[in-house]
């Protein structure tokens, strides 16, 4: 525990302060002595800078004893006995030591319902049910703009109606085919076989009957009784009547074995095709069906109903996404969430861990959840391995999903803001030094201990630390009282920040191998190397200071 202050000492430091005569002076002369502290911090090598332990809020810490020892070694250098008899100290004692990570973070429910948009492409919203509101199963949740899809609806059912007129269509031609097959090879074919046969047995008939005249002709020739032409005629009535028989008999052969074949392939090709064109027609009704069952879906979906009963809320955007609030004349699009009926049985917190200490943060770790009027356990559950996107809305702050399962949870709501303690270490019957006794300059970690010979450097080796304290693995022991702010009140100290900084030999020859490689000229451009950045000079304001330093008084 840091020691406060008491009366006596108080009286002691104003009367020591009364006593000295340039008191007045010195505070009158601070800002301009800060100043030449700041040109000086900035001539010094930025490895002189102190660094202090813990969590980032400690860096500042450690740019405030600078400030307050660049001061101090100007305006106050006391003697060792005055600087030990004006700091404050703190004794070296055992004790727990708790290292945690405080962030703010949201109730939500682990077991969420979304209710998301169906409807395909960007929609409007028309309505949409208060968030918190308590729903029972059926009632309207939200309503979509649903003019455009009614008029589509009335489209499909055009297309559809065609489809089935189409069918109907098709359909009578494939009877149609069918009956010609059979028509043909049952009617048509066997009549016009029977009429060549009919054909064909006259034509016999006539080939007899131009015989039977010519030889008639024939005997009478013989006799005188008629002329040569007239028996020539005769022959010629023979030759006639036996070419139209020839005739007739080649159609039948033609007929029963050619037409009869090619047309009944002929009917069967037409019966094939209307059977084809049959099958399209049946499949275009049932892709009008589709279609128009599809609309219709899309048209039923611009009106969401409660599949279940509970509270309903409203998504919480998250700044990075370009994704609307869902609020009347919002356009939302498809798969979008547009409502959550969360389980309240079971709840959790969701926040964001820096990444400086992301690597610390596990599955099991304990946590305090405090909220408006309650503390509540938790225990980290999962931590994501991917940061979430950062930019303007969150100063560019790089921070990783983290859930926080809650126990012995009562009336919670989700969106509730909860402060999240992750408890990252405990530590039993250990030494501890705070914060702002230890002083780190180049490789050494150093306090000043109060000792009856006036105040002694000493070197620590330290462990794991918080924002106020830091385990002393060695160079200390307990009773030792060490000099809070050893930079305000121990000259040892001030000169230790102000000692130009000695880098090791390893490190000497690590620059004066970088400087070889920077004055050397390239004869190879190394595409895996990164380019050396050029160093930008230093702007100075109108008082000659860095203006990229700054100074709190």
Request: net charge negative; with cysteine.
């Amino acid at each position: 525990m840091l020691r406060t202050p008491t009366p006596t000492d108080s009286a002691e430091i104003d009367s020591e302060r009364t006593l000295d005569e340039g008191a007045d002076r010195r505070r009158t002369e601070r800002v301009t002595i800060a100043k030449r502290s700041k040109s000086f911090a900035r001539e010094t090598p930025q490895n002189v800078a102190p660094r202090v332990f813990g969590l980032k809020p400690l860096s500042m810490i450690a740019g405030l004893l600078l400030i307050v020892a660049a001061t101090a070694f100007f305006l106050n250098r006391e003697t060792p006995q005055t600087a030990a008899d004006a700091s404050l100290t703190h004794r070296i004692t055992r004790g727990d030591m708790r290292v945690s990570v405080t962030e703010q973070g949201t109730l939500e429910s682990s077991n969420n319902t979304e209710i998301r948009c169906k409807v395909l492409g960007w929609s409007t919203v028309n309505w949409v049910i208060d968030s918190g509101t308590e729903v029972e199963v059926g009632d309207q949740l939200v309503r979509l703009d649903a003019s455009g899809l009614e008029e589509k609806v009335n489209q499909k059912k055009i297309d559809y109606q065609n489809s089935i007129a189409a069918k109907i269509t098709a359909e009578s031609n494939v009877a149609v085919a069918k009956k010609s097959v059979t028509e043909y090879i049952k009617g048509t074919f066997i009549e016009e076989q029977g009429t060549i046969r009919q054909e064909i047995f006259e034509a016999e008939q006539a080939v007899t009957q131009a015989h039977l005249s010519f030889r008639a002709a024939e005997r009478l020739a013989a006799k005188g009784l008629i002329k040569a032409l007239q028996l020539r005629k005769e022959k010629f009535q023979v030759e006639s009547a036996e070419q139209k028989l020839i005739l007739k008999q080649t159609r039948l052969t033609s007929l029963e074995q050619f037409k009869k074949e090619k047309q009944i392939e002929k009917l069967g090709s037409d019966l094939k095709a209307a059977e084809a064109r049959l099958k399209a027609a049946e499949a275009q009704v049932d892709l009008q069906k589709v279609r128009l069952d599809k609309e219709e879906e899309q048209l039923a979906a611009c009106v969401i109903t409660a599949q279940q009963s509970g509270m309903v809320i409203h998504p919480k955007s998250e700044a990075w996404r370009d994704s609307p609030d869902v609020e009347e004349g919002a356009n939302v699009h498809t798969n979008q969430v547009l409502l959550i009926m969360p389980d309240l049985g079971k709840m959790q917190v969701k926040l964001g861990i820096h990444e400086s200490v992301i690597d610390r943060v596990k599955a099991g770790l304990k946590s305090e959840v405090r909220l408006r009027d309650a503390t509540l356990d938790g225990e980290v559950s999962e931590v994501a391995k991917v940061s979430k996107p950062s930019g303007w809305w969150d100063g560019n702050v790089v921070k990783f999903d983290t859930i926080v399962q809650l126990k012995g949870q009562d009336d919670l709501k989700p969106g509730m803001s909860a402060e999240v303690k992750v408890i990252l270490a405990e530590y039993e019957n250990v030494l501890t030094i705070p914060v702002a006794a230890v002083l780190q300059t180049g490789d050494e970690n150093s306090c000043w201990v109060k000792t009856a010979e006036g105040i002694k450097k000493r070197v620590l080796v330290l462990g794991d630390s918080n924002k106020q304290f830091i385990i002393v693995e060695s160079g200390l022991k307990e009773g030792d009282e060490v000099v809070l702010n050893p930079l305000a009140f121990v000259d040892e100290a001030q000169d230790e920040v102000l000692k130009p900084y000695k880098p090791k030999p390893q490190d000497v020859k690590d620059e004066e191998g970088d400087a070889e490689a920077e004055t050397a000229e390239p004869t190879e451009t190394d595409s895996s190397s990164p380019p050396l950045q050029s160093k930008k000079p230093i702007e100075k304001d109108s008082d000659g200071l860095d203006s990229t330093s700054e100074l709190a008084l």
